[in-house]
């Protein structure tokens, strides 16, 4: 029987291992083969070890299990290869998991860069593939430069628009380092993402003004009605730079485009409104795209020199004059790290209304070895 870990007022720390362990068994539990079962929780597990908890076990049911049961992501995913050259190739998920297709291309990425240099593969008919950090940092732990992009049911109002048109649209970049720990900026074009608000409703916090625009065009802050009305079209996600071009908003919006792009036009793939997950009102596939580029750092450079090289920009970066009131600078994927040589130690924090749907599962799939003590 697995135990839960420490409790602390109303949330529940359990380690990352044994979460892991209940998150596959859930997906085999929902039909996805054992095999691409322990990718799929490999990838969510990740991110709750991050700190990201808009994208780990809070996904579970709400995203993935919802959607299997809906149909709309078949859970057993066959790969096709649709056009191969020497560095790229064009992937068919067919609708199956996202991280399953997601991790295939990364490895293929990566063996293509071995050998000439770079690999650049293209992915349609996918579904949510996690966290972008997961895929680039399979390319960092190989010695390889990566970047991934995905697009993603819209939610996001274009400059000077107020109708929910692209994704969140993440561009995201892994680099080796010399540190304990990888350069990975991942973050999404938009000022926040869906994955956020809902954490936020959990919490019962209003949104933080700038980050949702309703049909009038102004500011929106009221999360519950918001997570309804972005379902609706009723409200949107803005862009980096926020609400018209004064914070320089048409920057984010112009680079989640370049990222609608990639994730679609190389690949013959959907996008825009056609990732929606409807159809004549009913839930249908959402066929996301994604693209995964590697670059093998000693065709350019020794791979020592390049880390050293990268890990002296960082230190210098963070060694930099602090603004006043604040005593330290950070760089990109250090948070994550921290976060980590925490929660192994003291688990992975899970709130009282994820607890409820946690218990949920445990009762519809009769995974009852997994007391979680709530």
Not at 111 to 120: D, I, L, P, S
Not at 157 to 173: D, H, K, Q, R, W
Not at 223 to 243: C, F, K, S, V, Y
Not at 282 to 295: D, E, R, T
Request: include cysteine; charged fraction near 25%.
């Amino acid at each position: 029987m697995v135990r839960a870990g420490k409790r602390r007022d109303d949330v529940v720390r359990i380690q990352a291992d044994v979460l892991e362990d209940f998150m596959m068994n859930v997906f085999i539990k929902e039909g996805v083969p054992k095999d691409q079962a322990q990718i799929c929780a490999h990838v969510l597990i990740e991110s709750d070890k991050r700190g990201i908890e808009s994208h780990g076990i809070s996904r579970l049911k709400p995203i993935y299990v919802q959607r299997i049961r809906q149909k709309t992501i078949i859970p057993e995913t066959k790969v096709d290869v649709i056009k191969e050259g020497p560095t790229t190739t064009v992937l068919d998920g067919n609708h199956g998991m996202g991280q399953v297709v997601s991790h295939q291309a990364m490895k293929m990425a990566i063996e293509k860069a071995k050998q000439f240099g770079m690999g650049m593969v293209a992915v349609r008919n996918s579904n949510h593939y996690g966290i972008a950090g997961y895929y680039v940092t399979m390319a960092s732990d190989a010695g390889l430069i990566g970047i991934t992009g995905t697009n993603a049911r819209p939610s996001v109002a274009p400059t000077f628009g107020v109708e929910n048109m692209l994704g969140t649209n993440p561009i995201t970049f892994g680099m080796p380092t010399d540190e304990a720990f990888p350069f990975v900026l991942d973050c999404a074009t938009s000022l926040s993402q869906r994955g956020k608000l809902e954490v936020y409703d959990r919490l019962d916090k209003s949104v933080p003004p700038g980050w949702v625009i309703g049909e009038d065009g102004e500011t929106r802050t009221d999360t519950e009605q918001i997570l309804r009305d972005l379902t609706q079209g009723q409200a949107a996600l803005t862009p980096l730079g926020g609400i018209g071009d004064e914070n320089a908003g048409y920057k984010g919006y112009g680079y989640a485009t370049v990222v609608e792009i990639l994730s679609a036009a190389l690949q013959g793939g959907a996008f825009l409104k056609a990732l929606s997950g409807v159809k004549d009102g009913k839930p249908a596939f959402h066929a996301l795209g994604h693209f995964f580029i590697a670059i093998d750092v000693e065709a350019f450079i020794d791979l020592e020199e390049f880390k050293s090289t990268t890990g002296q920009i960082l230190r210098e970066l963070r060694g930099s004059k602090k603004a006043p009131g604040h005593d330290r600078i950070y760089t990109a994927g250090e948070k994550e790290y921290l976060a980590w040589q925490e929660r192994k130690v003291h688990g992975i924090p899970i709130n009282q209304s994820l607890q409820v749907e946690i218990k949920s599962l445990i009762a519809e799939l009769g995974l009852n070895q997994y007391q979680f003590g709530f």
